[in-house]
């Protein structure tokens, strides 16, 4: 899956900024419009909110392809998004390290939905060796029912401490999630937290540092405006005649924003 900007009224290092913005960041649309505005970018937040269900989950995509393969002793737990004034699951699972291995948003709290948030990340990530889990009875029989199946033999600890990992892990989510004040479409709800995942991912390291050569891609383009060459360990710096602007049109429209000025790092 590529990422596509084709047909988009605005520049896609604009886009992509207005994205990150939200999903990085405990803030509404409103307040991603009025950001942009300082910059001399009129936006209205429906848009900016079009951007992030479009492309977040295009983001998330490129971003799994260079993922780092994560351990073998996993921890796995669920959490609560209000979506339409009620309350839905956020499955969640990270390795040892603390390192994400996956998530998925759910309607039920129940075996079949933990069952499918764990054939979505064994097909993502293979089969692991343990499972950590809480007293959920769902999430055990999830596990049992998944060795019956597939003939696999993952074992499965309840250790309450050992969830402690991502028990504080929630609190990157959550507190991206708590101005938000519930979302009004699971479809929506869905998109934006992948988004905000993805950007959670992105602090903790788990990606390659190797990128191919030529021309910088969509997510290469996403990681400059995150700032993270450091994090990285790869130079991704502009030349330095090279800047984020765009010519002025000989005759401008004035039904057209003006881009024509070098927007922040």
């Known amino acids: 899956m590529t990422v596509s900007f084709k047909g988009a009224h605005f520049p896609q290092e604009i886009m992509l900024m207005g994205v990150r913005w939200y999903v990085a960041y405990p803030l509404s649309y409103r307040h991603v419009e009025e950001l942009l505005e ?121 250790v309450k401490y050992l969830n402690n990992i991502i028990e504080q892990d929630h609190r990157g989510v959550k507190r991206v999630t708590r101005p938000m004040l519930g979302f009004k479409a699971f479809g929506a709800a869905q998109d934006t937290l992948v988004g905000i995942e993805l950007m959670h991912m992105i602090r903790k390291k788990p990606h390659s540092t190797e990128f191919s050569g030529g021309a910088p891609t969509p997510f290469v383009i996403s990681l400059k405006l995150c700032n993270l060459t450091r994090i990285l360990g790869h130079h991704l710096q502009r030349p330095s005649d090279q800047r984020v602007t765009h010519a002025q049109p000989s005759s401008p429209d004035p039904r057209k924003p003006d881009y024509h000025r070098r927007f922040p790092e």
Not at 53 to 70: D, G
């Open 38 to 158: 300082e910059r001399g970018v009129p936006v209205d937040h429906a848009t900016i909110q079009r951007w992030v269900v479009k492309y977040s989950p295009l983001l998330e995509e490129a971003f799994h392809r260079r993922k780092c393969s994560v351990w073998v002793s996993w921890r796995m737990d669920e959490t609560y998004v209000k979506v339409r004034g009620q309350w839905r699951y956020l499955y969640r699972a990270v390795d040892k390290r603390g390192q994400t291995i996956d998530f998925l948003l759910t309607e039920e709290r129940d075996e079949q939905a933990a069952k499918r948030f764990l054939t979505k990340a064994i097909h993502r990530h293979g089969v692991p060796e343990k499972i950590t889990i809480d007293g959920s009875a769902a999430n055990e029989a999830a596990i049992k029912s998944y060795n019956e199946e597939h003939g696999t033999a993952i074992a499965i600890r309840k």
